[in-house]
Nanobody
Framework: QVQLVESGGGLVQAGGSLRLSCAAS????????MGWYHQAPGKQRDLVAT????????NYADSAKGRFTIARDNAKDTVYLQMNSLKPEDTAVYYC????????????WGQGTQVTVSS
């Protein structure tokens, strides 16, 4: 069973930066798409960014474009989310998702890390 451990959340003032990390317990990077999602209180969980297996293709929510950068280190089975120019509306629990696509499709989620941006 793959486990994901997230870190890097916290409290930051508007305009500040945070870097989230998500490390997978198993060697699944070479067969998995990775991504970050967030969920604010009372709202659904939404996509923030995804990154392809090789890291060559990334996808961002409109709200994240130009401010957030997703990256991965397959040697460390880790995905990162660099968040700059944070806004109060970025406040949410951020979840890491790893979708293994080979040999079978399996979805794994992290436990979530709280990001709070004060105005």
């Amino acid at each position: 069973q793959v486990q994901l451990v997230e870190s890097g959340g916290g409290l930051v003032q508007a305009g500040g930066s945070l870097r989230l990390s998500c490390a997978a317990s198993g060697s699944i990077s070479s067969t998995s798409v990775m991504g970050w999602y967030h969920q604010a209180p009372g709202k659904q969980r939404d996509l923030v960014a995804t990154i392809s297996i090789s890291g060559g293709v990334t996808n961002y929510a409109d709200s994240a474009k130009g401010r957030f950068t997703i990256a991965r280190d397959n040697a460390k089975d880790t995905v990162y989310l660099q968040m700059n120019s944070l806004k109060p509306e970025d406040t949410a629990v951020y979840y890491c998702r790893v979708r293994q696509i080979f040999p079978t499709v399996e979805d794994y989620w992290g436990q979530g890390t709280q990001v709070t941006v004060s105005s």
